[in-house]
């Protein structure tokens, strides 16, 4: 069963860069995996950040930005804000329909 | 106004069956693919099935390939999860999602959101 790999919990301090991963349990990600990003915060539903990639929904801010980093996915954030306080998920297209979600990382700016 | 609201979850014993249902309103329902989505109490977020705007693929994860079946009624804009064989481990708020495609392939993303239908399986 393939699994995907995120960082369990990351900090990072307000107005600094931090760069969340996305990994696969048994080989590379690639864009063909059509790498997505979500941010959910407690108590509410997932916010799509980043998808195929890199391409930012509308009305998502540019300070978050995606790419693949070696043989991961990644979301990078630039200049955090204390509302970036929060979880996120990324989620890989296995091919046929199948998408399968990471652990998930929570974020913590401090 | 454009909303999914879920309903249909509740307190099922462990081998038992339970069916979901997504009602949408506000956008044209069958433009888009959907799926549903779970978060288990205090874990993250899993897929669990996507279906086509035809019906016409689905996919599913394997923690519930065989036991789940999901599908749609476009005349009533309706959204469904058949859940059979229920195992204390599938306990989750079961979220609806709409895909930005109407095809579950791949590329896009998740831009609409339930607020979800809490399942909990236990004896």
């Known amino acids: 069963q393939t699994v995907v790999t995120q960082e369990p919990s990351i900090s990072v301090s307000p107005g600094g860069t931090v760069t969340l991963t996305c990994g696969l349990s048994?080989?590379?990600?690639?864009?063909?995996?059509?790498p997505s990003w979500y941010q959910q915060t407690p108590g509410h539903a997932p916010r799509a950040l980043i998808y195929?990639?890199?391409t930012r929904p509308s009305g998502v801010p540019d300070r978050f930005s995606g790419s693949i980093f070696g043989n991961k996915a990644a979301l990078t954030i630039t200049g955090a804000q204390a509302d970036d306080d929060s979880d996120y998920y990324c989620?890989?297209?296995?091919?046929?329909?199948?998408?399968?979600f990471g652990g998930g990382t929570k974020l913590t700016v401090l | 106004e454009v909303q999914l609201v879920e309903s249909g979850g509740g307190l099922v014993q462990p081998g038992r069956s339970l069916r979901l249902s997504c009602a949408a309103s506000?956008?044209?329902?069958?433009?888009?693919?959907m799926h549903w989505v779970r978060q288990g109490p205090g874990k993250g977020l899993e897929w669990v099935s996507g279906?086509?705007?035809?019906?016409?693929?689905?996919g599913y994860a394997d923690s519930v390939k065989g036991r789940f079946t999901i599908s749609r009624d476009n005349a009533k804009r309706t959204l469904h999860l058949q859940m059979n064989s229920l195992r204390p481990e599938d306990t989750a708020l079961y979220y609806c999602?709409?895909?930005?495609?109407?095809?579950?392939?791949?590329?896009?993303?998740?831009?609409?959101w339930g607020r979800g239908t809490l399942v909990s399986v236990s004896s």
């Open positions: 989620v890989l297209c296995l091919g046929s329909g199948i998408w399968v």
């Open positions: 048994s080989g590379s990600v690639s864009s063909r995996h059509y």
């Open positions: 506000g956008f044209t329902f069958d433009d888009y693919a």
């Open positions: 279906i086509d705007w035809n019906s016409g693929s689905t």
């Open positions: 195929d990639t890199k």
């Open positions: 999602a709409r895909d930005v495609a109407a095809t579950i392939l791949g590329g896009w993303y998740l831009d609409l």
